[in-house]
T-cell receptor
Framework: GAVVSQHPSRVICKSGTSVKIECRSL??????MFWYRQFPKKSLMLMAT?????????EQGVEKDKFLINHASLTLSTLTVTSAHPEDSSFYIC?????????????FGQGTRLTVV | QQQVKQSPQSLIVQKGGISIINCAYE??????FPWYQQFPGKGPALLIA?????SEKKEGRFTISFNKSAKQFSLHIMDSQPGDSATYFC????????????FGKGTKLSVKP
């Protein structure tokens, strides 16, 4: 099946610094990628949807200046958490759909555990 | 307003038993109903999905039952195994399944040996 690779799987950063998380579709072109945030023992909350070559669409309550999303190519989207604070500590997951072939299945990355100290 | 309600929150089943997780939705525009399995520290993985034109879909030990009139769908895991212990999420989507996925709150399944 299709593979979505997310990197890094874990990152610890100091408060006030920025962290970049990469999401790559390895064997298909992802015209649309999604970024989710998941708190412990909770469901996935959609943060934003990014389409290749255009600005991301953010869900209500998500700060676009804090969570910068770039979908520069059909196989790569990045999420940058800027000026990170301890409350940004969470599990971040990306997802991609191969809509070019009309596939509806969403493939998820393995997630990134961000800890801000 | 919660668009998809999932129950139970947690479930303990003996090895070999049947695990049943239920989801209910309100919006009749939803037309794609997937179930995801998530292990700790990993991203979700699609288990099985159904569209509203069928009432049941089976893949191996996993079966989705869909009741369009009741706006409910459920996941049945037959012959549950300890390796099935994970968190399961139902989701809904519209636009032929190309809309954004909306997830239930999850069910933590523990299968005891």
């Amino acid at each position: 099946g299709a593979v979505v690779s997310q990197h890094p799987s874990r990152v610890i950063c100091k408060s006030g610094t920025s962290v970049k998380i990469e999401c790559r579709s390895l064997d298909f072109q992802a015209t649309t990628m999604f970024w989710y945030r998941q708190f412990p023992k909770k469901s996935l909350m959609l943060m934003a949807t990014s389409n290749e070559g255009s600005k991301a669409t953010y869900e209500q309550g998500v700060e676009k200046d804090k969570f910068l999303i770039n979908h520069a190519s059909l196989t790569l989207s990045t999420l940058t958490v800027t000026s990170a604070h301890p409350e940004d500590s969470s599990f971040y997951i990306c997802s991609a759909r191969d809509r070019g072939r009309g596939r509806t299945e969403a493939f998820f990355g393995q997630g990134t555990r961000l800890t801000v100290v | 307003q919660q668009q998809v309600k999932q129950s139970p929150q947690s479930l303990i089943v003996q090895k070999g038993g049947i695990s049943i997780i239920n989801c209910a939705y309100e919006n009749t525009a939803f037309d794609y109903f997937p179930w995801y399995q998530q292990f700790p520290g990993k991203g979700p993985a699609l288990l099985i999905a159904i569209r509203p034109d069928v009432s049941e879909k089976k893949e191996g030990r996993f079966t989705i039952s869909f009741n369009k009139s009741a706006k409910q769908f459920s996941l049945h895991i037959m012959d549950s195994q300890p390796g099935d212990s994970a968190t399961y999420f139902c989701a809904v989507s519209d636009l032929g399944g190309q809309g954004n996925l909306i997830f239930g709150k999850g069910t933590k399944l523990s299968v005891k040996p």
